[in-house]
């Protein structure tokens, strides 16, 4: 060790110690008790110099005192109901028209609506919403059919794809075997539902989703997406990072895309119905983010 470093570092009876046994171990007088001590004092000059040596995080900068008066409160939001939404909320659908959705290639929507809720026809296609997403929070609810037919994946099958990138399965998970990321509120082909609470054939089913985009820079990924999902009010995907865009058998993987796409609602050949859907576009916090 070089002594000015230990002058620098050491305090004064410390570096005293250090020096006496040193130089007794030097001139041959060097004893059992002696050696625990020369390891015990390196031992703690080690992690005396490293301490000081560590960089030093920087203290934490907050925008706000703790309970300051000038902090902005939160706007006052009416909560809704189980059949109306939140007061800031846009509705994408009440059960009357399809005015907020479209087809592919921005045509007019092909599902029919009946008795409060819309309902996939015999090549319907695709629905996608006219307007476009970010961050959101989604509400919707969906219903396989009453009658089974098929199993697997062949049973009441649809999806929500979020951004038309990242799908939430839609699926008639009860009593019906198929592979776990497949099941009803998996993230299709990545994560598995933490439960199973799907509700038999042909009731009502309810999904409460909190999706963030990814973010990308320069055509790179800075921030993966995430999404949260409460099925049927049970939490069965908890703020789960979104590992790329959904794809078949294959691994996800991210592409970069614009900031806000529309929501896509799936045809899978089976008549599922959806109903009360409706959304609360989220902006970033500008606190964590």
Request: glycine share 8%.
């Amino acid at each position: 060790m070089h002594p000015s470093l230990t002058n620098s570092l050491l305090p004064g009876k410390l570096r005293q110690q250090l020096y006496t046994i040193l130089k007794q171990n030097f001139s041959g007088r060097l004893i059992m008790k002696n050696v625990m001590v020369i390891l015990i004092v390196l031992l703690t000059v080690t992690f005396f110099i490293a301490g000081c040596a560590a960089p030093q995080q920087p203290a934490k900068q907050y925008k706000w005192k703790v309970h300051d008066p000038d902090r902005p409160v939160p706007p006052i939001i009416t909560p809704g109901t189980a059949t109306s939404a939140p007061s800031d909320a846009i509705v994408l659908f009440d059960g009357s028209d399809l005015s907020e959705w479209a087809s592919s290639g921005d045509k007019p929507a092909k599902w029919k609506v009946e008795n409060d809720y819309m309902v996939i026809p015999k090549g319907g296609g695709t629905l996608r919403t006219r307007r476009s997403f970010g961050n959101c929070q989604l509400h919707i609810e969906w219903a396989s059919p009453a009658e089974v037919k098929g199993s697997d994946q062949g049973r009441g099958n649809s999806g929500i794809y979020f951004m038309g990138q990242y799908e939430v399965q839609v699926l008639d998970s009860y009593n019906n075997k198929t592979y776990a990321d497949g099941q009803a509120g998996g993230i299709y082909g990545q994560k598995p539902p933490l439960a199973n609470a799907c509700r038999p054939p042909g009731e009502w089913q309810t999904y409460d989703i909190i999706f963030h985009r990814p973010i990308f820079a320069d055509e790179k990924l800075v921030k993966p997406a995430t999404i949260t999902v409460l099925h049927n009010n049970i939490l069965i995907q908890d703020h789960w990072i979104i590992e790329g865009r959904t794809l078949w058998r294959q691994r996800a993987i991210y592409k970069p895309h614009a900031d806000a796409l529309p929501i896509t609602l799936q045809d899978h050949g089976n008549p599922v119905r959806y109903r009360n859907i409706w959304i609360r576009p989220l902006k970033p916090d500008e606190e964590t983010e």
